[in-house]
């Protein structure tokens, strides 16, 4: 995929206009394939403290969109978020920039494509399963909390994500700490580089 590709898809004439809520659903639960580079590419010019709170804004609505019992993946959302906003708020170098749109894509090919969730419909008959991404499971939760149809959710096979370590001390540090206190330890703190490898792009190939 090109960004302009992408940008079409979004209805923008450029990446600086990414700036609304739903410029980031829109990005986040397209069945297209997105790579990390054309991620790259997509965020270098956004404003990175509303992508911070697009961002909580929108894993916000994920987590209360989560059934009650499903106190697993709440926690693991949640992680994410908190990692997520953390980084964007402390984007200083262009390995942390590369790094966040590698994790942001991670996230979304994840939760729109490739996560594993077993929906079991709730019938008196013999019940049916059926498999869908956690996107389209969350989808039928909101639509049965507006009177739907009822269905158990299964979220085991959904919960292999990982966040590279390096995002999750940011997550780490925001669950632990606020505002200046947060800051002064992120800029204490000595957190390992990244490494350009086959998963992991150079920025100065995109241009």
Do not use: C
Not at 172 to 178: H, I, M, P, S, V
């Amino acid at each position: 995929m090109k960004l302009e590709k992408l940008l079409e898809f979004l209805e923008l004439e450029d990446p600086s206009e990414f700036e609304y809520f739903e410029n980031l659903a829109d990005l986040m639960e397209t069945d297209m394939v997105i790579e990390p580079e054309i991620m790259y590419q997509l965020l270098e010019t956004v404003d990175m403290e509303a992508m911070g709170e697009m961002i909580e804004n929108y894993l916000n609505e994920i987590l209360n969109a989560l059934p009650e019992d499903a106190m697993e993946m709440y926690q693991l959302l949640d992680s994410v978020r908190m990692a997520f906003v953390g980084m964007a708020k402390h984007l200083e170098e262009e390995r942390d920039l590369v790094l966040f749109a590698d994790e942001l894509t991670r996230f979304r090919n994840w939760y729109s494509l490739y996560s594993t969730v077993w929906v079991r419909e709730i019938v008196e008959d013999i019940p049916r399963e059926k498999e869908m991404p956690l996107r389209d499971a969350l989808t039928l939760v909101r639509m049965e909390q507006l009177g739907g149809e009822k269905y158990d959710y299964i979220f085991e096979e959904a919960m292999d994500f990982e966040m590279d370590q390096y995002a999750v001390t940011f997550a780490d540090l925001a669950q632990e700490n606020g505002g200046a206190e947060r800051d002064e330890e992120l800029e204490e703190l000595d957190l390992p580089g990244i490494e350009y490898t086959d998963h992991i792009f150079k920025p100065e190939k995109l241009h």
